[in-house]
């Protein structure tokens, strides 16, 4: 099974400027500047990784990175798979890599680590000693927590949890840390508050990219995502204890904040509004309990991992689909026969198109294959299109071919409403969302030659591969 190149984010980083590109930009001000650049960048092909430094109000070396894996070879690269490979050829590596996982790695615990250069505490926590971006002119305030890690314990059975929660700065020791309510966080959280106990938390802000992977994926109850890590790199993750917490720490890590969440009837802030995931400011500004920080942790020169959501000709979305893609299709696999690929387009948002390509072998196939896709992950895949074997699920052009001349909207086009919805849904009517009736439809296309008389289909065009294979070999192509 092969290993990402690199130990920390500062090997990563290097290991990009090697065989990627890194932007590095002086004089940016964390006010909306930052922001604005990163989100012009993702209109850009090929956009760089960025770097700032020297930035409005803020000494050198205090700096935040963007773009960090926005493309799809620096997914590859943070994964360790081929990074010249296709998106679909990535999707199919990932998924090797991930058949390979026979069992956890858990973490070790060092003595010290690089996160401990820097300890602060009493007086001298203040979350604005780092340039904390207020990264879109809507946003509710300035989000140190975009890119990063929230470590919890379950107080039943001891596993650490580590999810990508977003975190809000208000005052020099004061955040707040939103989870969905369905994410495993929300679940350990609730179960310190029916304690009535504050809820122990380290909020890492900036961590090796395979590491952040991992706190994103869908890892089973009960497995800490250390240990997946651990797997995904060959070799378990060094942790050091919090100073404040006692939670495992990575001992790498840029800069992290410890201390406790309040219980419900505490003292709260108004979190909110933040650039959602679909491209809009649909979710609701409410308040939320307080993140009390106790201590800070960091590294000299620290770097602050900035993930914002935009909305880009070539905005990747972190490379959630190639993720998302390969859990799908292993689900798929489990459940129906003929699937050849599975796409999430990052182009629809996260989870709101998935594509999936089959090889049709008896009536019926392609509309099974949808309605199981359409239960297959925890978005809100409001769309769920079924291809033939000969389109690329990856190539948005090709699967456009397919719904162009494909498929019959009179009949290849089903709808299912009152399916699981989120607050977050901009579709979501003010109507429903004041009667908390969180629900939405999907359509399943079957964009797929009719099965009974595909044979007779008019035949394709294009070359066949092994003529076009021979033609790139003879001149080069």
């Known amino acids: 099974m092969s290993t990402a190149g690199f130990n920390d984010l500062r090997e990563y980083l290097e290991l990009v400027k090697q065989v990627d590109r890194c932007q590095a930009y002086e004089g940016a001000d964390w006010d909306l500047e930052i922001g604005a650049i990163t989100e012009l960048q993702c209109m850009v092909p090929d956009n760089p990784l960025l770097m700032f430094d020297r930035i409005k109000g803020y000494a050198p070396g205090y700096r935040v990175i963007s773009n960090v ?44 680590g690089p996160v401990m250069e820097n300890v602060l505490t009493g007086k001298d926590v203040d979350i604005f000693k780092f340039p904390v971006p207020k990264w879109h002119e809507l946003d509710g305030g300035r989000y140190i927590g975009t890119g990063g ?5 379950d107080p039943d059975d001891g596993c650490v949890n580590l999810g990508c929660y977003r975190v809000q700065a208000f005052d020099r020791n004061v955040a707040t840390v939103h989870i969905v309510d369905r994410r495993h966080g929300a679940l350990i959280r609730r179960k310190y508050w029916e304690r009535g106990l504050r809820v122990p938390v380290a ?19 009960g497995t800490s995502e250390y240990g997946y890590a651990g797997a995904l790199r060959n070799r378990p993750i060094e942790t ?19 201390g406790e969440i309040v219980l419900p009837g505490g003292k709260t802030r108004i979190e909110g509004p933040m650039g959602e995931w679909a491209g809009y400011f649909a979710g609701d500004a409410l308040p939320e309990p307080i993140f009390e920080v106790k201590s800070i942790m960091h590294r000299n020169n620290p770097i602050l991992f900035g993930a914002p959501i935009n909305v880009g000709a070539h905005e990747f979305y972190n490379g959630a689909c190639i993720i998302g893609s390969a859990l799908v299709w292993d689900r798929l696999d489990n459940q129906v026969p003929g699937v ?22 008896y009536p019926g196939h392609a509309m099974q294959v949808a309605i199981a896709a359409s239960s297959a992950n925890d978005r809100l895949n409001r769309w769920v299109i079924v291809v033939d074997e000969d389109i690329d699920p990856s190539n948005i052009g090709e699967v456009l071919w397919a719904l162009g001349t494909r498929c019959d909207p009179a009949t290849a086009i089903n709808v299912i409403d009152g399916c699981w919805g989120m607050r977050s849904d901009p579709l979501l009517s003010p109507e429903k969302r004041a009667r908390g009736e969180i629900t939405a439809s999907k359509a399943l296309v079957c964009a797929c030659k009719p099965y009974h008389w595909k044979d007779e289909f008019p035949p394709s065009l294009r070359s066949s591969p092994e003529l076009l294979q021979r033609v790139r070999e003879k001149f080069k192509l």
Do not use: F
């Open 203 to 221: 909020v890492v802000c900036g961590q090796d990219p395979l590491l952040w992977y991992a706190s994103t994926m869908a890892v089973p109850w």
């Open 69 to 112: 894996v926005n493309t799809p070879r620096r997914v590859a690269l943070a994964l360790g798979l081929p990074h010249e490979a296709s998106k679909i050829e990535m999707v199919r590596a990932l998924r090797k890599k991930l058949s390979g996982i026979t069992a956890p790695i858990a973490p070790v615990e060092v003595s010290t």
């Open 340 to 361: 050849q690929g599975v796409w999430i387009s990052s182009e629809a948002r996260s989870g709101i198109m998935i594509i999936v390509s089959i090889k049709q072998m």
């Open 240 to 258: 050091v204890k919090g100073i404040t917490t006692g939670l495992p720490i990575p001992a790498t890590a840029e800069i992290v904040l410890e």
């Open 149 to 153: 890690m929230v470590i919890l314990r």
